[in-house]
């Protein structure tokens, strides 16, 4: 059962959060106690930890869109919906919850499934988006995607600037081991997966069903294919507080969501 305590963390985290879509969060959620840098408790499953992100597997998935980073075993699932160019997804990916994330897949308790939209390009103007989402396909190909991943987000161009050319995409590669090479250089340069690109977008939109048929907004999570409610969507930027719930999930697979996200004031 999920403890009432912890359910209370999260509707503290999130109080005077509003919003959800790349640019929507304009207050700063509790910070949480641990300073967000809090470790999960162990799991029951005796597994080997990776040695590290660079370590950890990845694939694409059977349709072709979806992104897999982490142990295939992996008892608790995190979809997320990104655009490369979202600060609102940088600040989770630096700052937010993504550390903690990353953490619990080289612990191999959770494996993250990749939806990468560019719809920002069609709203800032510029390719910026397209190619960075071409580019991650590229890098799964070497083995690099999280890796990769990792470093547009701490080098993501300000939103207004499409900064993310081919030039500048190179050079990141540039820092991750064994990522650059005339197969990936070219892939960049030529585009090579821009059908990749169209249809991760297609699949983000349709995520976003009959209310938001754009796509639910970035960033977006879904665990164990129950999506974190947009007023909850501050418990991403809460690094101790996602943690948590991410171990919670563990204990919990079949109540957590009618626990934590129950409504607030019940």
Not at 29 to 43: Q, S
Not at 53 to 63: H, K, N, Q
Request: net charge neutral; hydrophobic share 35%.
């Amino acid at each position: 059962m999920m403890r009432r305590g912890f359910a209370a963390a999260v509707a503290v985290a999130v109080v005077g959060v509003s919003g959800t879509g790349c640019g929507g969060r304009d207050h700063a959620p509790y910070p949480g106690p641990g300073g967000g840098h809090g470790r999960p408790t162990a799991t029951a499953r005796a597994v080997k930890e990776y040695a590290g992100t660079y370590e950890v597997p990845e694939r694409l998935a059977a349709d072709g869109t979806t992104i897999v980073v982490g142990d295939p075993e992996a008892p608790v699932t995190v979809r997320l919906y990104e655009d490369p160019r979202c600060p609102v997804c940088e600040e989770f990916e630096i700052s937010g919850g993504a550390p903690q994330l990353r953490l619990a897949s080289v612990r191999r308790e959770v494996k993250i499934e990749y939806t990468l939209a560019s719809f920002l390009d069609g709203r800032l103007g510029g390719s910026g988006s397209r190619k960075a989402v071409n580019a991650l396909r590229a890098a799964l190909d070497a083995g690099r995607f999280a890796e990769y991943h990792d470093v547009l987000y701490a080098h993501q161009p300000e939103e207004s600037v499409d900064g993310f050319t081919d030039a500048r995409l190179l050079e990141l590669a540039g820092r991750v081991d064994g990522l650059r090479g005339p197969a990936f250089d070219s892939a960049v340069k030529t585009m090579k997966y821009r059908s990749f690109v169209s249809a991760a977008q297609k699949v983000y939109e349709r995520a976003g069903g009959a209310k938001e048929p754009n796509g639910p907004g970035t960033p977006t999570a879904e665990i164990n294919e129950v999506r974190i409610p947009a007023e909850y969507n501050g418990v991403l930027f809460v690094g101790d507080v996602f943690g948590r719930l991410l171990t919670e999930i563990r204990q919990a697979p079949d109540t957590w969501n009618d626990k934590v996200f129950a409504r607030r004031g019940a």
